[in-house]
């Protein structure tokens, strides 16, 4: 989906930040190399990238795709930030990096569980040009071309969100039932799987049934796919909950190899595709602050704005604030236990 703002080719935008202001603090806690210079700026942002050397195949609410070969691609994380399904026209500083870095962490850490798409290959390698290769830094992945499957895997810990308003009307999600009386961001006696289809570009994503997993990619393979999306929600949540992170709910992707092998795809457990709570603040029957983009939600929540493209501006301080927690969710998740 194209942002509803167009800007030229390799567009980039800088926000500057304070010495000592709470994203140069955070990239010192998560040990993460700075990207500031010695006058205290940050380098730039990048909302969308166009490589010379590549063909972009898609591009996506955050990231852009190149073809390398017929068997694998590059994946760019951008800085851009999407909400309600629609691209916001300002990038986040430090997001694609984040996501990035949070994804490769539990790539690396999920192998017992499920296989993944990444492949050994450097960016390096691939693009050249030393300017492109400097935009892209930290935020590539070369991953294997797969049959990505048309469901999201969602797995939900906590009454939250969509499922919270689910279970107002119906008493359960996605046809699960749940015990009456339940509140806003219980506990749930055990993680539930509850699929969405993926929609169109400038749709939302609904919330599905198991039977039509089933029927849309056969029997065997949802339950598989069921089965390994709670199995990674289980490991996450014991990890994150020993750093200080609730993990309310999260959604997996998932592809199929040339043999039918299910295989971990896209992005796992960032902010982005899950809802991260600081634990120490967590309470039953309210809403909690979170790590992830909810702080946008929030805040969209209370324009007159109807969801729909294009997308308001956001103030500088908002920014900053979501950088921020973007930054804290990795050095938190990172940290040793």
């Keep these: ?18 010495p000592g ?8 806690k998560a040990n993460m190399p700075s990207s500031m210079s010695s006058n205290g700026s940050q380098s730039p942002t990048v909302f969308r990238t166009a490589l010379r050397s590549l063909e972009r195949i898609h591009e996506g609410k955050v990231r852009d795709i190149y073809a390398i070969d017929s068997e694998t691609m590059l994946i760019v994380t ?17 997001k694609g990096r984040v996501l990035t870095e949070i994804s490769n962490f539990w790539f690396g850490r999920t192998r ?5 798409h990444l492949t ?38 906590y009454l939250i969100g969509s499922g919270w308003k689910d279970y107002q009307k119906s008493g359960g999600i996605c046809g699960i039932a749940l015990p009456p009386g339940m509140k806003q961001a219980q506990r749930l006696a055990s993680p539930l799987f509850t699929p969405a289809s993926k929609a169109a570009p400038g749709e939302h ?27 990674l929600y289980n490991f996450a949540a ?31 457990l960032t902010p982005d595709s899950s809802r991260f709570w600081p634990a120490d603040t967590y309470r039953v029957g309210t809403s909690p602050p979170s790590f992830d983009k909810q702080f946008v939600r929030d805040y969209l929540e209370t324009l007159d704005w109807k969801k729909k493209a294009p997308g308001p501006p956001l103030p500088p301080d908002i920014i900053q604030k979501t950088s921020a927690n973007y930054l804290e969710a990795l050095a938190r998740l990172t940290a040793t236990a």
């Design 1 to 18: 989906m194209a942002p509803p703002t167009t800007f030229p080719a390799n567009f980039m935008r800088c926000y500057s930040t304070k």
């Design 21 to 28: 202001a709470p994203l140069q603090a955070l990239k010192q």
């Design 78 to 94: 951008t800085d851009r930030l999407s909400a309600f399904d629609v691209v916001l026209p300002d990038p986040i500083p430090e």
């Design 112 to 116: 017992h569980i499920v296989p993944n």
């Design 120 to 157: 050994e290959r450097a960016v390096d390698s691939i693009v050249k040009d030393a300017d492109e290769r400097a935009a892209l830094r930290g935020r590539t992945m070369v991953v294997r071309r797969l049959k990505a499957l048309p469901i999201e895997a969602v797995v939900r810990g």
């Design 205 to 231: 994503d609904e919330n599905i049934s198991f039977a039509d997993v089933e029927a849309l990619v056969g029997a065997a393979l949802a339950a598989r796919v069921r089965d390994t999306a709670i199995a």
């Design 238 to 268: 014991e990890h994150a909950r020993n750093r200080g992170i609730i993990i309310a709910d999260t959604k997996f992707e998932f592809g199929v190899d040339s043999a039918g092998q299910l295989t971990l795809i896209d992005e796992v």
